[in-house]
Structures are given as C-alpha cells and as structure tokens.
C-alpha cells in the first residue's frame, strides 16, 4: 500500500514536470502519466503478492535463521556498504543455503553474544568465537571451521618483544573476548577493556596504552591500516573457532555439522577464507 | 529455584573474586559523579552569573557570547559523544588517565545544564528584590549575592538535585572509552559468565539505592531551606 503512495506520488511528480516544460501538450502528458501511474501501482501489487510467495516458499523450508555477531572484527565480520559481510557472514550463508533457510544477520556486542543465544533470541552465533570451557557452559559449539590466535600487538621500537613482557604492562582489549580473558592472567597488568577492538587500537597508536592483545586476523587488518604498528612473532594462544547454538538445540547442531563437513570437503570453506585472507 | 538462584549468585560474584569488578567500578562511578558535580557547579554558577549580569545590564558581551556557544554546543550534542572526542580526539596526544578524561567531560557536561537552572533561579527572583538591594546602596555584585543569590539557590534545589541524577546515571556510558565503571563492571561480569540477570539486577539496584539516598539527602536540605523562611 505505502509502495503504491510512493509510485502515485513519483508520477504526478513527473506529470508536473513534463507539464511544467510544455504547455501546449499538457492534458495529453497527464493523462499518458495517469495511466502509467495505474500501471505501476499494478505492477507493485504483483511484486507485493510474490514477495508474499517467496515467504510462504521459504518458512515451508525451515524459514529464517537469525545469527547474531559483532560485526567491528575485519575479515570475519565486518559493515560493507549497509551489509554485513566475512568469513563468518559467508559461512553462515553457505550453511544456511544448505539447510534451505533464509539467513538473518543482527549486529550486537561481543559480551551479548551468547546470552543472546541463550536466551533463544538468535539462533545462532558466529563471530569468531573461540571454543573454550567458560562457554561451552553456557552454550554448544559445532565443530572447528578455523585456526586462530590471539597475538600482541605494540608500537614499533616498543620494548614488549614477547608475551612474557607483558607483566605490569598497560593492555588494552575488546571486552569479553579471549584476549580479555586471557590477558587476565597477566601479572600485574592494568587492562582497559573498550567495546571494539579498533578503540583498543586507537588507544595504542595514542600511547594510551602498552600493547593489544586481540585475534590474528583483525589485528593484521588494524596494523595494516595504522602506520607505526606491528604485530610479535609469537603469539599470545592458539586456538580455534567455531559457531555457538542453544545449549541442548542438538537438532540444529547436527544440521549445522553436516552443512560444515560439506562445506570443508567440497573446498568451498577455503574459498570463502581465500576470498577474505590473501596468503601472505 | 532458590537452588539455581543460589548457583548462579555464587558464578557470577564469587568464582574469581568477580564482586571486585562491581566495587571497582562503583568507586570510580562515584569519582567521577563527586568531581564532575563540583566542576559543574562551578561551571555552570560562571557561566549563569555572566549571563545573567548581560540580561540585566548589557555588560561582558563577549563572554556572554562565549557562554551562548558553549550552552548550544554541549545541550546539543549526546554526552557520550562528547566523552569521546574528550578521549580520542582532545586529549589523542596526552593521557591524563581515563577517569580525569571523564570528570572533565563529565563536569563540562553538566556545567551546561547547570547554567541553565542557575539563570532560570535568578530570573525567579522578582526585580523589586534587586531595586530594593540596589536603593538600600548596595552595588551589583553585592545585590545578587546576598539577596538574589541565596533566594535563587533555594527556588533551583530540586532542579538541582535531579540534575545530579541524572549525571550519576549519564556516567554509566563511561565504558565506552575503556573505562571500568559501574556498568562496566556488570558487563564484563556477563562477558564471562554469560548470564544477563544477575550482573545487571545488581548494578541496577545499586544505581537505585545510590539515587534513593540522594535523594534523601536532599530532602533534608530542602526542608532546613525552608525551616528559615519562618
């Protein structure tokens, strides 16, 4: 109905136009606009009802799936011109065409994540999300889809060489991540957590803080684009990642499972990587 | 349920010593509340006495001038934005330490509405009381602060009071610079715990009790005010 207004609306608009340049054609432009106007409001109509039918098709299919991350994790998730795209918007596509569901993206804090999951908000979660024993707690993980690690970043001619001069160091991390958790366990360290991993960083190129510990992929991306900044040879941990469901939801888990093992055998997994993360 | 209560009080404040995040993050919430009220005050009683002397007498143009843009700017932008561009962009070069980055956006904050409840407690007071001051041979600045000053101070007091409110919760956005404050700490209690209720029923209640007591407080001061005009 608004469509129609708005296709109502744009004719006349153009009927006033065309009837402002010539005068003499003037009934006849109206009427030519009039008609067209009908048209379109037709046509928007039929749009309308297959919209309608595309929804009806894809509920009769399993309908929607919604997956909640925090899309400030260049290459993994990341806002691109209003979409959110990555490796684990792309996975999460793939998997998601497997299972014949229609794919819903919302962006939230890390530390919302889970109990977004938990409490049946998303379905899902894929945010390059480290398995680790807090959270299979609170939540079920699918099998691994990638490699990861939590590497330090610091300012070139710092004086952190490696993670065990870290102690008594200022730390900036993005809160609720592994790097936090794990940053922790540092002696003596003052750690300012922020929201997003780019303010920790923010921070570091201010001399605000020390070092950052955050996950390799982004941090290759953040230290690309902030002269000055490098990343230690030797990782903070290693560690991987996978996608988090409701704990006790097996019947998603399983089909999320096979769609991944597809995934991985057909060489389609790598060529989603391959896209995001060029070899160095 | 009792049990599950039980459980999940003793994960999310217990395990770890995880309480320390809460108390850690009131004390500075309360830093921050203390100092930014004082340099609001101080701000805003400024800023409202320039602009009330130019009301009055059409002195001190510029600095009326001056005191227009700062009103306008501040009230017009959200103060976590402005907490920002304190510690990324202002202070990008130098760091003062976060919590004196947020006292000062904090105070200059608050300095804004302030100037505001201040002027408007001047202009309450009825001119005859300012004639009076003046006739009786007191100057100016002696008229407004012993007549028009006091009896101000007394009409802004809830106002005021509601201001200081109002900052004490507006400072629970102070995480967003890195800062553990208060809600800070609930969250990175739920960053690890992964339960929602518990850390942010506590922090809720605590924000309560502390306006709650405020609030109190304030009652008292307004009934001793008006004890004396009897």
């Known amino acids: 109905m608004k469509k129609n207004k708005i296709a109502v609306a744009v004719a006349l608009c153009m009927a006033a136009v065309l009837t402002a340049c010539g005068g003499t054609a003037k009934t006849e432009t109206t009427k030519a606009a009039g008609a067209e106007t009908t048209k379109a409001g037709a046509e928007t109509t039929k749009a309308g009802a297959e919209t309608t039918k595309a929804g009806a098709e894809s509920s009769a299919a399993g309908g929607k799936l919604v997956m909640v991350t925090n899309a400030e994790f260049p290459p993994y998730e990341y806002h691109d011109n209003n979409d959110i795209v990555g490796i684990d918007a792309d996975i999460a596509k793939a998997i998601a065409d497997k299972m014949g569901m229609e794919l819903e993206i919302q962006d939230m804090a890390f530390d919302s994540l889970i109990p977004a999951v938990q409490s049946g908000k998303a379905d899902f979660t894929a945010a390059g999300m480290t398995v680790n024993e807090d959270r299979k707690k609170n939540v079920d993980f699918t099998d691994t889809y990638a490699q990861a690690a939590q590497v330090i970043i610091v300012k070139d001619g710092s004086d952190i060489k490696v993670p065990a001069d870290l102690d008594g160091k200022k730390i900036g991390v993005q809160t609720g991540t592994t790097g936090d958790i794990y940053a922790g366990d540092i002696k003596d360290a003052n750690i300012n957590r922020y929201n997003k991993g780019m303010e920790a960083v923010m921070a570091l190129t201010q001399g605000k803080i020390d070092a950052v510990v955050i996950d390799r992929e982004p941090a290759k991306v953040f230290v690309k684009e902030n002269a000055g900044l490098k990343i230690l040879d030797e990782a903070f941990t290693e560690e991987e990642y996978a996608i988090a469901v409701k704990k006790g939801n097996t019947e998603l888990l399983e089909k999320m499972n096979a769609a991944i093992k597809e995934l991985k055998d057909s060489g389609e997994l790598q060529k989603i990587v391959d896209k995001y993360i060029t070899a160095e | ?230």
């Open chain 2, 1 to 230: 349920m009792w049990e599950k209560l039980r459980d999940d009080f003793y994960q999310n404040f217990i395990v770890d010593d995880r309480w320390k995040y809460i108390t850690d993050g009131l004390q500075n919430t309360l830093k921050i509340t203390f100092f930014a009220v004082l340099i609001g005050i101080l701000l805003g009683f400024l800023v409202a006495v320039i602009r009330s002397t130019y009301e009055n007498t059409h002195k001190l143009k510029v600095l009326n001038w001056i005191c227009g843009v700062y009103l306008t700017v501040i009230r017009g932008t959200p103060v976590v934005v402005q907490l920002m561009i304190m510690y990324f962009v202002i202070f990008s070069f130098h760091d003062p330490g976060q919590v004196f980055t947020a006292v000062v956006a904090f105070g200059i904050n608050s300095g804004a509405y302030v100037a505001e409840i201040f002027r408007s407690g001047i202009s309450s007071i009825e001119k005859g009381q300012f004639e009076a001051g003046r006739s009786l041979g007191f100057n100016y600045a002696q008229t407004m602060w012993f007549i028009i000053m006091p009896q101000a101070f007394k009409n802004v007091v809830p106002t005021l009071a509601n201001e200081f409110i109002v900052l004490l919760k507006e400072t629970s956005v102070a995480g967003y610079i890195g800062l553990q404050d208060l809600t800070k700490g609930g969250d990175i209690i739920k960053s690890r715990t992964y339960s929602a209720f518990m850390p942010l029923i506590a922090v809720a209640v605590i924000y309560l009790v502390m306006v709650m007591v405020f609030s109190r407080l304030v009652r008292v001061l307004e009934r001793r005010l008006q004890r004396s005009e009897h």
